[in-house]
Structure formats: C-alpha cells, structure tokens
C-alpha cells in the first residue's frame, strides 16, 4: 500500500473503526509506520476517537437526543390538569428518584468500568480439541470481557469460517464469521462480558465455500470444549 | 514530534546512540505501537512488554553490522518486529497456565482523562468540535464510540452507510488534527528542549 491508496481508500478511518482486518489491516500498519503523514493521521485520529469517548462518557448532553415538545389543546391540555397531572407527578417523582439513587449510579459505575482501560483475560483453546481431554476453564468475574484465542488450520476450500459457541445443549450462544485471510493467523475472540453463563461450551468452527451470508450450514472444520465459570 | 526525518542522517545518529534521536525514535513509534497493540485487544501490560522488547531488538539490529540495510525502511522493520514479538507473546499465552481464584483482581480503573492520548486538552477540543456538529452526527458517534453499537445496526437507526462514517470521523479528525498537532509540537518541542538540556548538562 503507498500513501496514494491509504488516502483513497480513507485507510486512516477505516482502521480506526476497526472495519480493517486481514492482509489489508496488516499492509496498512506497515505502511503507516513509515509515512510521516498518515502516521500523524493515525495518531490524531485515535485522539480524537479516545477523547470523544472520555467526553460522551463524562457529558452525555452533548449528544442528547434533541428534545421535541408539541403542545395542543384538546385532550393534551385535559391531562394536564392538577386533578390529573398531580398524582402522576408523584409518581413520576417516586420513579426519577429511584433510578437516580440507585439505577443510575449503578450504570454509571458499569459503564465507567466497560470503558475504562483495564486488562483483559484470556484463555487459549489452542490446545483443546474434540477428543474430550480436561476442557479448557474461563473463569472471569461476572460481566467481565474476556479473549478466546484459537487456531484455525486453512483449507483453500473455504473462504470463511464460522465460529460458533454452543451450550450442552447444542443452543448457539453466539457465532461470528471469520475471513479465510484472518484464519492463517491465530484467531482472537473479544467475548463482551455476560454473554455466557456459567456451564459446559464448545467452540465449533465450520468452513464455508459460499459467500458471506451463508447460515446454519458449512462443513465443521474443528471442535474446543471449554467450561465457563465466575471466578468466587 | 516531527523534526526528524527517517533518513540517511537520522539513522547514524541512531546508531551512534544519539540521545535526542533515540529520545524521539522512542517516543514516535512507542505512540504508533500502543495503537497498533490495543486494536488487537492486547492487555496493556503485556503492551508495555512488546513495545519494550520491539525497541531492543530494533536498536540492537540499528546497532549490529548486519543490521538494517534501507534506513529509510526503519518504520517497516520496526512494524516487522512488533509483528515477529507479538505472535511470541501469543504462542507463549497459549502455554502459561489458566488464570485460577488466587490471581488478583485487577485494579477498578476509574475514568482516566489523563491516561494514554487523553488529555485536558484534547477533551476541550473535542468539545468545540462536537458543538458544533449537527445533533444527528453527535448521536451517531456516540453510538459508535461511547456505545460501540454495532455498526449495521447504526447504519439501519440512523438511515446511513459505512462510508458516511468514514466522511464523518475524516471530517472531525481534519479539525481535530489540526488542534492537537500544533499541541503535540508544542510539548514535543519542549520535551526535546528539555533532554537537550539534561544532555548538554550531563
């Protein structure tokens, strides 16, 4: 990639977004660690994206949803009447204060800790397999993220991969599709915390042919058993 | 940041040990590294750990006889290494023992606006900046950025496509830009006016 290319194809953006992956993310960072421009680029760009984040987090007004207020007469103008518009007041007032002692801070203390930088565990199932070996333990405390890596052996058959956690009973918890390029390099898994409870998984990955958008089919290329538990 | 050019001339100095240039050759890329690094949701002390091995063994290359041939391919050789220690780092992951009850917690990381690429600074330009974007634009990087929605989905709420967020983050970030490099050449400059003080004194 030359800079004439990473300018065209708003490379600088596309990374940040994180929508680069692949042979392309790979061809970007070589090039932007030798262009003074797009260097710069990046460096300002994931600036801009961190403090946005740190603002937004801190002053949620300044991207509030505008506030719209249509006022009638007619049955409107019946309502708020004090007969009417009193003890629904109270009960109004009776609901804000409890989200504003007690779901609120809660929230905030749970988005102040998803966003915060903080470390994130991670397990391999590089070693687990199908053949029923002790299954590998991801033990994180409850809502906590967690990283999964694997490997995944190519096949020029497939140009994408399917991962697929399933429960013991074979109910899908989520599954992600994984570019036949990403697949020749070991494969990591940002699992959002909640998003398992605790008991027996397996990892199925399955090789499709087809374009992307192909579901429930494909041919099953490999299988990790591992057990999910919260750290006490 | 930028008063140094991947030349000729830079990488003798680098060679020679220069401090300023190896203040600067340090500095640059430990900024580019992290962001390469966190993209790939690596932890960051195991950041701090690549990024430190990346610098040895690309001095120690600068520094060998038969090291780095194209001085002007610095850049590239020291993506190259980062790559070749961060695929170490996953292999060695794959054989350390499963996090048990006995490890620690990690530490409850409250909002840090003085931490990596934030500042006071870059807060109150991002500021201005969104005052002055139009509602929906705000509410779409909210979304993408505070919320981390998913991105079709973003495209479905707010009757838009990928490229629209592309154009958005360009635009902002050219204004951004402009703000947070005359900031960066300022402290730049002051840092390297300050280590040539300590070399010039030392």
New interface residues.
Partial sequence: MNHSDAVRL?A????????MSGPL??EF??H?????EC??????????????????????S??A??ATQRVSSGWFAAILRPAIAAPALLVLLAIAGYQGIVTIPRMKAQL??A??????????L??ANSRGETP??????PDQPF?L?LDIRPDPAFSVYTCEVEDASGRPAFSLQVPAGEAK??V?I?VPGSRLTPGPYVMVVRGIAAPQGARGGGVEVMRSHFSFEY?? | MDLFVFDEAYFLRLRDRDPLTESHFVAYFSELLQIKLRARFIPSHAIDDIKQETFVRVLKAVRSDSGIREPERLGAFVNSVCNNVRMEFYRSSSRTEQTDERTPDPPDQTVDLEGFLVTQQTCAQVRRILRQLPAKDKRLLRALFLEEKDKDEICREFGVDREYFRVLLHRAKQSFREMYQKGSQAAGGKALLFAFLLYMEG
């Fill in positions: 708003k600088a953006e596309q990374y940040l977004l994180g929508e993310r790979d960072e070589e932007f660690m030798g262009c003074a260097a710069a680029d990046v460096r300002a760009g994931a600036a801009f994206v961190e403090s946005t984040r740190a603002v937004l987090r801190l002053d949620p300044l991207a949803d505008p102040a800790r966003d915060a930088p903080r470390t994130l565990p991670e397990f391999s590089l070693a590998v333990v991801v033990a994180v405390q990283a890596f390099n070991t990591q940002f750290l006490k």
